[in-house]
């Protein structure tokens, strides 16, 4: 019994020892990198460290630096000689062996779990940057292959063709090898996950001492003086550690779901296992139903990593859970999982994005404190990449997503100004801390972006839809390519034996997509003076239209078989935005504007295809009474009627920033020629309206 508590004792006090060690390179890591950055001399008397490979840090200078070393003037050559100095001292680290991250199973008493922060989120760094490193080669054409070298630090994961390069210790190493040893890794690496999501909802009082508590030397002068440094401070206070390694786990495991293709399914599943709660296992005859089982488990866990209503969260942190959750959703579509859960799964994933908009992000603080520290707060300005990510997996997921894309571009998006005081350009707008007149542009893009992919999908649905009815009336097993074909070209009888409600629900989905093209369009008539948002406008409104001219045939099979009125409204919601898209091109042509000149010339040609296919169309269906063209005077943004070639001249920025307020206002062009008429035409449906061309 002595003889094993001797044992024991000696185990926990190397445990320590280890523990302590990995504390000092967490902080060595940042002490390096603040070196490396800002003072390349003194980074090159500093001893080669044993930590992790991150390269990608560093991966964008070396490049760079070296191709200008040789080139530019003194001062340039200069600045490039201290990046490379940089790079070289950089060049010069050491990477963990693959088998050093065991050290993440280190077992820990209760009352120490903080001070696992800094070692786990050095190792669990490390883990993650290999797995990115591993997984990219894996993905890399065979072609394009490049084999591991052992220059660990003169390039980054993701730095163009060396993204294939990496440390030494992964030579030899393929993806599924690297993950069959981190797969008994993983429960410690959930471990971890828990307790820094743990440290961040309910954040520890103390400086870093706390998380030294109980690990030998940390009173040690040296020590202290380490953790002391302001580069240091950074990363070893309580809740900015737990941050890193929170990232690093997520991202982990979010990496190891996106590898459907590249790893067996049984590897697949131990990730799932590791991230859902214990249960008893199922018998070997229900194995389907209990993977199943685990995938919702484990859904209902991770949504639960969420610390938004700690105040402690940051914008990062709830993307990469965000990640995950689509990653997870991502693995049950692939898995052929009942629809209804998979709408269920996604319905949480847009109701989270939503909630993430709607997030000012500001720290609980008094007023007083935010004047005496007088550093700026979180602001949605400059974060177009995650308003990108947040939009995208709010309508993508919606359980309508026709139906969120008409509310955006009907409610929320016209809440912000066309005209805006600069003290006002963050002021939220619409109910979503996200939009206001700084984000504008970014909003209206990535709408525009989704409603085009929206169509697209609808178009395919459909014609789906089509092919999978015709199959079943002929009751033949045809090939799905040539079925689809061969009913979508036919001009005879429509389907009669499909699914009305189903097609009824697709018809309802298309004319909302038509009803928020218009509004969409119709949004630059607030914002005249953004050219960022008018060239959006004529890029994506182009495609959209080009969309529906590929949904022709499909529109023919749904009005010869009985949606004759749904398909004939859809043409005057559409013609609303030609007519609006047919303006911005003869106002980016007036104004001279770089953006909306490269767009005109093929976004005329995609309209007045568009008015002629609809007049085929209608002859075509035996229709031709109902529609009859005109053609279609040039006017700008404020319904002017202007010449077709001669123009005023005009300055304005191209920018698709906001512009000071005496330069919103836009010069109204006057016609020097009379009325001209335009390149263009337009298409009118007597039964619907009474309108004449313009």
Request: net charge negative.
């Amino acid at each position: 019994a002595a003889g094993t508590q001797a044992m024991g004792d000696t185990i926990s006090e190397t445990q320590n020892k280890l523990m302590m060690r990995l504390s000092q390179l967490r902080a060595l890591e940042e002490l390096y990198r603040h070196l490396v950055i800002s003072c390349p001399a003194a980074a090159q008397q500093v001893p080669d460290l044993a930590r992790p490979w991150f390269g990608a840090a560093y991966g964008s200078k070396v490049a760079p630096a070296q191709k200008a070393a040789g080139a530019g003037s003194n001062s340039s050559k200069a600045e490039a000689t201290e990046t490379a100095a940089a790079a070289a001292a950089t060049s010069r680290l050491r990477c963990l062996r693959v088998r050093a991250a065991h050290a993440l199973s280190t077992c820990q008493p209760p009352d120490m779990l903080l001070t696992s922060l800094l070692p786990a989120t050095h190792l669990a760094q490390d883990v993650h940057n290999k797995l990115k490193l591993l997984i990219s080669k894996a993905r890399r054409p065979a072609m394009l292959a490049v084999p591991l070298t052992a220059a660990a630090g003169s390039s980054g994961i993701g730095s163009g063709g060396c993204a294939a390069a990496g440390p030494p210790c992964l030579q030899g190493i393929h993806l599924q090898q690297y993950v069959e040893q981190l797969v008994p890794l993983l429960p410690a690496l959930q471990r971890h996950l828990t307790t820094a999501l743990s440290a961040i909802k309910d954040p520890p009082e103390g400086d870093y001492s706390v998380l030294l508590d109980g690990l030998p030397g940390a009173s040690n002068p040296s020590v202290t003086a380490l953790f002391g440094t302001p580069a240091a401070q950074r990363v070893v206070e309580a809740v900015s550690s737990a941050h890193a390694l929170a990232m690093a786990c997520l991202q982990t495991f979010t990496l190891l779901l996106s590898c459907g293709k590249e790893l067996p399914g049984p590897l697949i599943q131990a990730v799932l296992t590791s991230l859902a709660p214990q249960e008893q296992a199922a018998p070997a005859a229900h194995q389907q139903q209990q993977a199943q089982k685990v995938l919702v488990r484990t859904f209902t866990a991770c949504r639960h990593h969420s610390c938004l209503r700690s105040g402690c969260s940051n914008l990062q942190l709830e993307l990469a859970v965000l990640s995950l959750l689509k990653g997870i959703t991502a693995l049950a579509a692939s898995r052929g999982y009942a629809p209804e859960l998979q709408s269920r799964m996604g319905a949480k994933i847009s109701e989270q994005a939503d909630k993430l908009l709607q997030e000012s992000w500001q720290q609980q603080a008094s007023e007083e404190a935010e004047e005496e520290t007088s550093t700026p707060g979180f602001s949605w300005k400059g974060q177009s990449v995650a308003i990108a990510q947040l939009l995208s997996l709010l309508i993508s997921y919606a359980p309508d997503p026709s139906d969120k894309l008409l509310a955006l571009v009907k409610d929320v998006l016209p809440a912000v100004p066309g005209k805006v005081a600069a003290k006002q350009q963050l002021d939220p707008a619409g109910g979503c801390a996200a939009l206001c007149s700084a984000t504008f542009t970014t909003w209206y893009k990535v709408v525009f972006e989704e409603l085009c992919s929206c169509w697209s999908k609808l178009v395919k649905e459909g014609e789906a839809i089509i092919a999978a009815a015709a199959r079943e009336a002929d009751g033949s097993s045809s090939s799905k390519g040539k079925r689809r074909k061969q009913q979508l070209q036919t001009n005879s009888q429509g389907i009669p034996d499909w699914d009305e409600q189903q097609v009824g629900q697709l018809v309802g989905h298309a004319g909302r997509c038509c009803e928020a093209f218009a509004a969409i369009v119709t949004l630059t008539k607030q914002h005249t003076a953004r050219n960022g948002v008018l060239a959006a406008a004529v890029k994506h409104g182009t495609s959209y239209v080009d969309g529906m001219l590929k949904a022709i045939p499909l529109l023919k099979v749904l009005y010869e078989s009985g949606f004759h009125r749904e398909v004939v409204e859809l043409v005057p919601a559409v013609q609303k935005g030609t007519r609006l898209l047919q303006m911005i091109c003869t106002e980016g042509k007036a104004r001279g504007a770089g953006s909306l000149v490269s767009y005109g010339p093929a976004a005329k040609k995609t309209l007045e295809s568009f008015v002629f296919a609809m007049k085929a169309f209608c002859l075509e269906m035996g229709d031709g009474d109902s529609f009859w063209m005109g053609n279609l005077k040039h006017r700008d943004m404020a319904g002017n009627c202007v010449a077709s070639q001669m123009y005023p001249a005009a300055d304005h920025d191209d920018d698709e920033e906001e512009q000071d307020e005496e330069d919103t206002g836009m010069d109204e062009v006057k016609a020097t020629d009379g009325d001209a008429e335009a390149e263009g035409s337009a298409a009118y449906w007597t039964h619907t309206t009474g309108s004449q061309p313009a």
